[in-house]
């Protein structure tokens, strides 16, 4: 069998580390040829002794030191630069988008561009520039398998289906760290208590975006854009247990799910191994242990960002990628301990009033409007000072 040759780009993070233990079950299926990471050159050093890709990217400021460690071994390259092009390279097969932010936009496009298979996890570069994105894909014939658990579930409950039976999706939220804890204490929070996860390990930025529920805003903006929904056609459930993944609902009344642990690599590795399912080595969900799965409707009141981002879906155009950048901004404050959890909500709502959408929007005009609001968040946080 011929190795699939994969580009793992943010391997250094909760993905790409997940991604990287997948590939390495099955050394005969896949091969890795490229590693990206930002910042982190220990565990970045540790990768590439491991699974010894071609080329490797990083951050300019540590290059010269990985390049003196590997002495020509390895070419090494800028992350901040070069991305788009080694995506696109003939030697690359599927392109797993690892990395966090709207840093992935460009190298997505590339891939998708050069007709590569493209696993996205990011979700950004899908709120931001969805559409054209996917109107590049038709273009190229690229596939895009996503890895993002709730659209991977969709993805899967609309295999062997006719699309045109589809009624609508429901998108399953855990609910984050603070489905359980009053609105009155969302003030006091303290970055240590929003990044306790009770279900998923994830990175800093996607796990304070679980707790106000922008992650789940995002996702419906990422699932209208993969597979051609309208905003009506996305709902949102709450499902604490986090064992069903998402369900599609067909306009017979049926609807299909898909149900697993709260692993990523099961995701992660169907969109390496797509069509074929291999083994995970993990196991089913034990129902009989389990017993029962809990629903709710989720409080818009206490988790205003998903309202926020319902109302940006319906607005399209440049708005989606507004709210992105806005919330890069504000989630980076307060992760750096310089913004209030609350204030993170403001923040972004203050710059999406601000923003005039742009409709039917050029790469120009996404790129332009999430500069727009970087400016914009930060200018208003000097202001608040
Ligand atoms: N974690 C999950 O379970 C999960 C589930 C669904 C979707 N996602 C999505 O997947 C993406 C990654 O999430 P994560 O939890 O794995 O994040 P993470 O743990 O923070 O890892 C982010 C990765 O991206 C790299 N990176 C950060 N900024 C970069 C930049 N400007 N340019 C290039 N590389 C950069 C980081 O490098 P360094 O380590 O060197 O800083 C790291 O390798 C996000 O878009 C997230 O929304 C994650």
Sequence with gaps: MKKKRVAVLGSTGSIGINTLDVISRYPDRFEVVLLTAFNNVQLLMQQVRQFRPAKVALSQVHLSSLKAEFKGRIKFFDVGKDLPDLVAEPSVDIVVLAMSGAAALDPFLSAVRAGKTVAPANKEALVMAGDIILAEARKSGAKIIPVDSEQSAIFQSLEGHRREDLKCVHLTASGGALL??????????????????????MGAKITVDSATLMNKGFEVIEAQRLFSLTVDQVKVVIHPEALIHSLVEYIDGSMIAQLSVTDMRIPIQYALTYPDRLCSGLNGIDLWKLKQLNFAVPDLRKFPSLALAFEVARIGGTAPAVLNAANEVAVEEFLAGRLGFLKIYTLV????????????PSLKDIKEADAWARETAVRLLRKGK
């Design 349 to 360: 709502e203050q710059v999406v009033l601000l923003h005039k959408s742009v409709s039917q």
């Design 180 to 201: 359980r804890l009053p609105k009155s204490q969302h003030g006091s929070l303290t970055v240590e208590d929003v990044l306790k996860h009770p279900r998923w390990k």
